[in-house]
């Protein structure tokens, strides 16, 4: 890779990095808090390979005058084969730049849901009473994991049972639960979409089902004495009591509170 | 791609021709860019959308640390003078590892930055041994990924000291075999610091040489980790189980393969409640010092020879230290 190529490839990752992190891309791959690293590191690549292009450009312009070989080229010539073979993984930077081209950037979907089951999850010590108060609606909006582990524990396990909740996630379906039922779900991750793990909950009692993959709103209630049809089907059951279809949220994924 | 530059004149230089190439290639990925995500809808594989995801998820999240990493290593190629960071350091191994070990304890500082940082340090004259510590300890305990684990674990305080004294066992002893054994050529020589021309463009052209090529191991390291989780979904985890030192190496393994990042790596432990304690420290002791990205970023860095040595010994020393240290302490 000649110094020009190795600038163009510093400056095509910044400018990667930058625009991910200047929209809600970025947001399909990291958690939030990561986004002024992004943009930082992307503002720094950018800025360091356009003043190598331009670098390269004037080196090549004053070797072509004076026909002298180029200097820096030569300054590494302890192993000028290996180093050539080393740098040539440089090329490799073209993937990410590829992957979103042919792919888009898209968040996990309902492919990588369906082909995994929730990680067991660390324990889990947040009060969905005391949140739903202080948001003082009377459909309170909550996470999937907080209905997921609630629905596991005591006191939240009441509260749960005897209010209805307000829930984003996409549809994922299970034969086993018929015309009217579909599984909610959502990917939780602490660090980056790598370990993200889905997060499911049974609905059942809809009016109509939504297509797969498709995001909804929905507000519902816990069943705790719903026994569920078939071993695959997740738990807990939360019986429907409205949908509304609605885009894919900016922020795709769930974090622990 | 197969576009042949003619040339133009008769003192161009002979370097040209392939310097247009790619440019080119360049600008039609910039220009392709902007109708990004219409070629996907021809593709209706998931498991690619899946996999093109977990990639870029890992890429973009090394990106930011590999960039502080690289950008670290050449301001103090650029501005550090020549022999500052050797005077301060001992020379011995002895007194040099744990100093280290310490020094990347205080530090934050993520996997992905610590090995540019550590061969830049070899290049200013630190015992290797030491700066091997440092790239050991720097990700493992660091003050982020202790809170993390604090957080993890609220039941089990004595899993922060667990992973702090294992983490650090396993770094200095690992420095010190190191110093004992190794040959100096298994570590690749830094390159030459560019000290012609001003320091700005010293700095550029440490960063552009740096970056391309840790750059380039990363993706590699990227795609196999996306590769691995696409094919062992992480489910798989729950069905597995054990006791004793079954336990402890299925989880060491699962830490080199899973290539979790070290803030995130206890949430995934503290939730295995089917292994031992024991094993889910010797989960956090072996992730953040041997996985598959650092060891690609590793063979980037500091050359083939010297992962193909390290990384095993490491991983060996990190189980060993893990399970002496939780059967002590858990």
Not at chain 1, 80 to 100: N, S, T
Not at chain 1, 104 to 125: D, E, I, K, M, V
Not at chain 1, 139 to 149: A, K, M, N, R, T
Not at chain 1, 189 to 201: E, F, G, L, R
Request: with cysteine; net charge neutral; charged share 15%.
């Amino acid at each position: 890779m000649s110094p020009f190529d190795a600038s163009c490839a510093v400056l095509a990752t910044g400018l990667l990095a930058l625009w991910m992190g200047l929209t809600d891309a970025m947001l399909k791959y990291l958690k939030p808090s990561m986004r002024p690293w992004l943009v930082l590191a992307g503002a720094l690549l950018v800025a360091v390979g356009i003043r190598g292009i331009v670098r390269a450009r004037q080196r090549e312009r004053v070797a072509a005058g004076a026909e002298a070989h180029d200097h820096d080229d030569d300054a590494h010539a302890h192993s000028p084969d290996e180093h050539a073979h080393r740098q040539g993984f440089g090329w490799l930077l073209v993937l990410p730049v590829l992957v979103v081209l042919v792919l888009g950037q898209q968040s996990l979907g309902a492919f990588a849901a369906a082909h995994s089951s929730t990680r067991n999850l660390p324990p889990y010590s947040f009060d969905i009473a005391a949140y739903a108060a202080s948001q003082g609606e009377s459909e309170p909006g909550l996470q999937l994991v907080d209905v997921y582990l609630g629905a596991q524990q005591r006191g939240n396990r009441d509260y749960l049972a005897h209010h209805v909740v307000k829930l984003l996630g996409f549809v994922t379906t299970n034969p086993a639960l018929g015309p009217r039922g579909f599984v909610l779900t959502r990917f939780l991750v602490s660090c980056c979409a790598a370990d993200a793990t889905p997060v499911k909950i049974t609905m059942i009692d809809a009016e109509h089902v939504p297509k797969a993959n498709h995001w909804v709103e929905v507000t519902a209630q816990y069943d705790p004495t719903y026994v569920v049809p078939a071993p695959d089907v997740p738990k807990p059951v939360m019986r429907v009591h409205s949908i509304k279809a609605v885009g894919e949220p900016s922020e795709p994924y769930e974090g622990l509170r | 791609m197969t576009i042949v530059a003619e040339p133009e004149g008769g003192s161009r230089p002979q370097a040209e021709p392939r310097h247009r190439i790619g440019l080119i290639v360049w600008l039609n990925i910039g220009i392709f860019f902007l109708w990004q995500g219409s070629v996907q809808r021809l593709l209706p594989y998931p498991e690619l959308q899946s996999w093109g995801t977990i990639f870029m998820a890992t890429m973009l999240q090394a990106l930011p640390f590999l960039v502080l990493g690289v950008g670290i290593s050449a301001a103090i190629a650029a501005f550090v003078p020549g022999a500052f960071i050797a005077r301060t350091v001992p020379k011995q191994a002895r007194y040099a590892v744990p100093m280290a070990g310490l020094a990347g304890a205080l530090l934050p500082g993520c996997e992905c930055s610590a090995a540019p940082v550590a061969h830049r340090l070899v290049a200013r004259g630190v015992p290797p041994a030491a700066a091997l510590t440092f790239l050991l300890t720097a990700p493992a305990i660091n003050p982020i990924v202790l809170v993390s684990t604090a957080v993890a674990f609220p039941g089990h305080p004595e899993m922060v000291a667990a992973r702090f004294l294992a983490s650090f066992a396993t770094a200095v002893v690992v420095g010190l075999i190191w110093a004992r054994k190794a040959a100096p050529h298994w570590m690749r020589e830094p390159e030459p610091e560019h000290d012609h021309g001003n320091r700005a463009d010293a700095f550029v052209t440490t960063v552009t040489t740096d970056f391309v090529q840790a750059g380039g191991f990363l993706v590699i390291g990227a795609a196999l980790v996306a590769t691995m989780q696409t094919l062992v979904p992480q489910s798989f985890l729950n069905r597995l189980g054990g006791s004793g030192l079954a336990a402890v190496l299925t989880m060491a393994v699962l830490a080199v393969v899973l290539s979790v990042c070290s803030e995130a790596d206890a949430f995934i432990a503290a939730g295995l409640t089917q292994f031992s304690l024991t094993s889910r420290l010797v989960f956090m002791v072996v992730g953040p010092m041997v996985d598959i990205k650092l060891v690609a970023l590793q063979v980037a860095v500091f050359g083939r020879q010297f992962a193909r040595r390290f990384a095993p010994l490491t991983f060996a020393v990190a189980v060993v230290a893990g399970s002496v240290v939780g059967w002590l302490l858990l």
